[in-house]
């Protein structure tokens, strides 16, 4: 369908009324459901639907279906924990399909039901998400530990498990890959399986990025070459650490690198492109609702006179993992799995090879 975009909008404008009519909706389905409810319990049901909506809107706009089942599978996984059953969010998506399709045409309700289709009948499927202890990764005796101390409060006893590694000539890059960004990933199941609070994943988060700045000494050693690079992540984007080990590896390599942190705006990153004219630019987006908002960037930067024209843009973090074309459709030059990759696929795009 030509109009996605258009679409994807509309679907986002019904935000402002069907959150409430799906929730009367259940409510008078399960007069059981509507008493128990408490205020607050209503006002965080409410806002999982808009939520819904926007993953759905930005799905539709992407035209990637894989990316809303994931949504939904994340959501099912944290719904459960705070004792949300899974059928009741099956049930939610019926409803909110229903009262789609009352609202949009044939054509338009053809794509979406195909999106919430794929989305109802997984519902109920076993959630796949891996712990720490079943990861397929030799170091990870060594990440237990160090998210064991994190979880503790033991910040320095981490930090100095990790500076005795690298006194001992162990490869940071192993470090950053199998230590810090499984830790990484560990932290959110466990926030979204309600096993450690926000406070928790907060802490751990800030701790590995002060042990990350203690072993930039060690980082800032290898030969250097004229290469720039520019790391940012998207507007409205707070998951920063990824974009930081993307400009660490490219550092590592030699390229002079100008990382530029979380929630970056469009005009400012693009001034910054216009005077820096690095060789490449790499964006992290982490939350699929911002993929429109990097689409709509990369073309702004591509018209952008001051920019160089060669200048390489590479896209990451989790909606790409999720779906392996959608670079594409944001105007990217391509995409990576992790730090190395992003390196390995940069110089190969720079040397044309
Ligand atoms: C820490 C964290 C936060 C912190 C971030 C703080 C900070 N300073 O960065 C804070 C508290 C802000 C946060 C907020 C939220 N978070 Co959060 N967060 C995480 C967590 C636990 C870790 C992220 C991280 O540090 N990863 C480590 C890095 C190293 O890995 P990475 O990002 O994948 O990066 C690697 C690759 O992807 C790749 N890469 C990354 N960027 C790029 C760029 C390019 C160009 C290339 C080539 C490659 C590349 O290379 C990197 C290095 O190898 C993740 C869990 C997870 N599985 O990722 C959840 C997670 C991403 N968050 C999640 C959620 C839901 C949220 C919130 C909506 C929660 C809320 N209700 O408020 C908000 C949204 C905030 C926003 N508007 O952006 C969900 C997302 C679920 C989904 N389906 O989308 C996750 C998956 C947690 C979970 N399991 O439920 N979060």
Redesign the pocket.
């Known amino acids: 369908m030509e109009n996605d975009d258009m679409f994807s909008k509309k679907l986002l404008g019904l935000k402002s009324t069907l959150p409430a009519l799906i929730v009367a909706d259940h409510f008078n389905q399960r007069p059981d459901m509507a008493r128990s409810y408490s205020e607050y319990q209503k006002e965080n049901f409410l806002s999982d639907i808009g939520w819904i909506i926007s993953f759905l809107a930005e799905s539709v706009w992407a035209r990637e279906p894989v990316l809303f089942e ?2 939904i599978f ?2 099912k996984t ?1 719904l459960i924990s705070v004792g949300v059953p899974a059928k009741d969010l099956e049930e939610s998506l019926r409803l909110l399909k229903a009262r789609i399709n009352e609202a949009c045409s044939a054509d338009e309700n053809n794509v979406v039901n195909a999106f919430l289709g794929k989305a109802i009948s997984q519902v109920m499927a076993d959630d796949l ?1 891996t712990s720490l202890a079943a990861m397929d990764n030799t170091l990870i005796p060594l990440a237990q530990d160090y998210l064991d101390c994190m979880l503790k409060g033991e910040r320095n006893l981490a930090l100095s498990m990790v500076l005795d590694k690298v006194e001992a000539g162990f490869p940071m890059k192993d470090l ?2 199998q230590v ?2 499984p830790v ?2 560990e ?3 466990l ?2 399986t309600n096993r450690i609070s ?1 406070a928790q ?2 802490y751990c ?2 701790a590995t ?1 002060l042990v990350m700045s203690q072993l930039y000494p060690y980082l800032f050693t290898g030969k250097r070459h004229e290469r720039k690079m520019v ?1 940012a992540c998207a507007p ?8 930081r ?2 400009s660490d ?1 490219f550092e590592m390599e030699g390229w002079n690198t100008y990382y530029l942190g ?1 929630n970056m705006p469009v005009n400012g990153i693009i001034n910054f492109l216009g005077v820096i004219k690095p060789a490449l630019l ?3 987006v ?3 609702v ?1 993929l429109r908002t990097v689409a709509e960037m990369i073309s702004q930067i591509r018209a952008t006179p001051e920019i160089p024209a060669g200048m390489k843009i ?5 909606p ?2 999720v779906a392996n074309d959608l670079w594409q459709r944001i105007g990217a030059d ?9 390196v390995d ?1 940069a110089g190969r795009l720079i040397s044309g090879t």
């Not at 391509?334 to 992003?342: F, H, I, K, R, S």
């Open positions: 994931e949504f994340w959501l944290f998400k950053y890959l810090f960004q990484q990933y932290l959110g199941r926030w979204q926000v994943e907060h988060t800030a990025q790391a409205g984007e707070l998951h920063e650490l990824g974009a080990m993307v590896f979380a790499a964006i992290s982490t939350m699929t911002n590479l896209a990451g973090d989790y790409f993992r391509g995409w990576a799995v992790n730090a190395q990759e992003a696929l």
